[in-house]
């Protein structure tokens, strides 16, 4: 029996910032789909009614199946919910479709049918194509995330793309043609291609609102071949330090930046690199390197290793120093970065940019 999950190029439709779900999915007569539901994990959100309903006449809609008990006898045998409630996911499968089982659904949380919920769209072909699930991916707030991205065509120039889902498709957040979106200024980097065609995409300073459904890939949206769906939940508890997220240097002058990673992580790699337009570029790390641009004016001075920070010194600053800076740590796929903004002024004080 062939077992269809969330469709790769699904749309989300963000009801409420707390509940997050796809708003499409296709299977295929007598075959099953998995559709999943991803929330904030609140005591009410953990311990309340997860439920599946199906809209009839009038716009009522009838419960299919919740965590009280409850199955139609229609659906019984058949349909199946599992909420994990450590993970602020539910998940929702049907088994055996019919034709009729066509039609629009809510996942939801609550008492009623109206509360808290996503609506989808549910299409049973006589034959589908098996799409690949979301992965869940976690994050602290204030932190960061790496998403590592399918690999494409090796040859291929083609743009690599960071995109959310939402209502009217999925809207581009950053690409490799240098487009950011304003709201993820200095938040956002894809690095260069491997020799496999996969790529990551690094995300600093992370806000709840980040939480929700993403797309990365190469080429265009509708590639499913290339393409990869993430669930980010983003989780409010964070043990992180405050950090600074603004500098403010003078021409001829020098600045410190205090960089944080996790003691206990083993890192293979620590540096500092300059971001501009979804791309960061390496000027120093821990073993010695320093970009051209910056040599004999950027020196990494000192490295705690029992408390997880190393300082990047910059001198003889020039206006065009300003911009966003990222420190980083890596290890494997994974990266921990963190950014902040260098504001440059003359020696009057007055703001170069």
Known sequence: MTVLLLLAVLLQEPVSSTLFGSRFLTGEVGGSVTHQCFYSITPANKHDRKYWCKIAARGVCYTVISTTGYTSQDHTGRVFLKDTPQNGTFAVTMTELKSNDTGIYRCGIGTTNWGLYVSLNLTVLADADAPRPAELIWGQLHGSVTVLCPPGDTQSDEKRFWCKLGRTGCTLIADTNGYVERNYQGQISITPRESSGAFKVLISDLKKEDSGLYMCGTGRFSSRDSLRVVALQVTTASTLPQRLKFLSGTVGGSVSFKCHYDPKGNYEKKYMCRWKGAACSLLVDVDGFVHES??????????????????????RLRGEDAGWYWCGAQHGHTEHTSSVKLHIQRAIGKSLR
């Open 294 to 315: 910056h040599k004999g004016r950027m020196q990494i001075t000192s490295s705690d290793q029992e408390n997880g920070t190393y300082t990047v010194v910059m001198s």
